[in-house]
């Protein structure tokens, strides 16, 4: 993973992504206002022996971006010691090549962590892991009990599913966004600390 | 069903993963069934969705998908299975 000071300085400020944004910013802005950090949270960050760099490649179109982007930008707001920019997945692909999920899906949003002389530190890419694991239980769950999905085998492309079961399948996963949201939000941020939290380790041994 | 011969056309779904950047996937196959096929289709329709999908249905059978199959459909892949249904 390179990306250089002086790539990394292409990129937007929060504020300038913020600007630009042609869909979703109310939203973003909503979330932003409403996660809930606790002083724990907020003490680690703002107790971080240096100024952490954070390449953030989103777009304004991703569920996924809106939910958590405002999660690093409250963090970084309140520590005072992460420094974001902000560069758009599809006019990036330099960047974003380098943090392919799973090595092929140009999933978003993505965190990338940098140390001061811009050594990586490690990268965090679309949604908490736990939360992809609850979703597969919550379709599993829906596939079993709902009559939409009756004589359907789970994992069925949506490509033939039955309008009917297709619409289901859209509303349970609208309905598990809002009802994991306030978990979700606390996932992001421990997995955030994990991750530093390791490089913290690291550099102390070393 | 053709307005003027009253054949069956055929009916055309493209899933594909938009948090994943499978736009031009998406549109390059487009592309390439309406070139093929002008008005010798029933319609195409294109739903955003997640988790690394990539499947084409062609009047309900599932002629491709990323997870079954891996990978993109060639987009002949797909032109001979809409042919075969309106041979059929």
């Known amino acids: ?66 939910a958590n982007v405002p999660i690093l930008g409250r963090l970084a707001a309140e520590s005072g010691k992460l420094n974001l920019r902000f560069f758009l997945r599809d006019q990036n692909p330099d960047l ?20 001061a002389q811009f050594h990586p530190i490690g990268h ?19 596939y ?16 033939v599913l039955p309008d009917a079961a297709r619409t289901r399948l859209m509303q349970a996963f609208a309905d598990f966004r809002a009802e994991t949201r306030a978990l979700a939000d606390r996932e992001v941020v421990r997995e955030l600390r994990e991750l530093i939290t390791q490089w913290l380790s690291n550099r102390q041994e070393g | 069903m053709d307005i003027d011969s009253g054949r069956h056309l055929p ?7 938009a948090s994943c950047g499978y736009e031009p ?24 969705w997640q988790d690394g999908a990539f499947d084409v249905a062609v009047d309900g059978e599932l002629i491709h998908s990323m997870y ?12 001979r299975a809409v042919r075969e249904r309106l041979a059929g």
Request: net charge negative; hydrophobic share 45%; aromatic share 10%.
């Open chain 1, 1 to 66: 993973m390179t990306v250089t000071r002086e790539r990394f300085e292409q990129g937007m400020t929060y504020a300038e992504y913020k600007a630009q944004m042609t869909r979703n910013r109310e939203r973003l802005e909503e979330n932003e206002r409403t996660i809930e950090l606790s002083p724990d949270d907020i003490a680690f960050f703002a107790n971080l022996p240096e100024t952490l760099n954070v390449l953030v490649i989103t777009e304004d179109w991703c569920g996924d971006a809106i």
């Open chain 2, 25 to 48: 996937q998406t549109l390059e196959l487009v592309s390439a069934l309406m070139h093929a096929f002008h008005y010798d289709i029933a319609g195409i329709e294109i739903i955003p």
């Open chain 2, 68 to 79: 079954r199959d891996g990978g993109f459909p060639a987009p002949e892949t797909i032109i």
């Open chain 1, 96 to 115: 974003m090549d380098q943090y392919l999920n799973q090595g092929i899906h140009r999933s978003i949003p993505v965190f990338a962590f940098f140390d």
């Open chain 1, 144 to 159: 079993a009990t709902d009559p939409a999905f009756a004589g359907i085998a789970p994992g069925t492309s949506l490509a």
């Open chain 1, 124 to 142: 965090w890419i679309e949604r908490p892991a736990a939360i992809t694991t609850m979703q597969e239980k919550m379709l599993a769950s829906l």
């Open chain 2, 11 to 17: 009916k055309i779904r493209i899933v594909y993963c």
